[in-house]
């Protein structure tokens, strides 16, 4: 989901990211200073790999459950800062 648009993503667990995963986020990387990443239940480790990924592109990655992840968001949007968030379902 970014600020104005939002982008369907078919990953449902953590453990399977990959930069292909961000593919979107990274096409727009100019636009992104912060990704939220919504783990679902709880906040999750990323993958060291896919974190030099994109922070290399710029982008600072917060991952946390997917409801923290929501409320964030809002937060952000209302600063106007330049978000986006990846959300695993609750399951």
């Known amino acids: 989901m970014f600020q104005n648009e939002t982008v369907e993503w078919s990953t449902s667990c953590i ?4 930069g292909t995963s961000f593919s ?3 096409k727009n990387n100019s ?3 912060i ?11 990323i993958k060291t790999n896919l974190l030099v990924e994109l922070k290399n592109a710029g982008i600072t990655v917060e ?3 997917t ?5 964030t968001f809002n937060v952000l949007i209302a600063e106007d800062r ?5 959300l695993i379902p609750v399951a």
């Open 15 to 18: 453990d399977n990211l990959s």
């Open 24 to 26: 979107a986020i990274l």
């Open 31 to 33: 636009t992104i200073e």
């Open 35 to 45: 990704l939220l990443i919504g783990c679902g239940t709880g906040a999750k480790l």
């Open 63 to 65: 991952p946390m459950d």
């Open 67 to 71: 409801g923290a992840a929501c409320r």
């Open 82 to 86: 330049r978000v986006a968030a990846a």
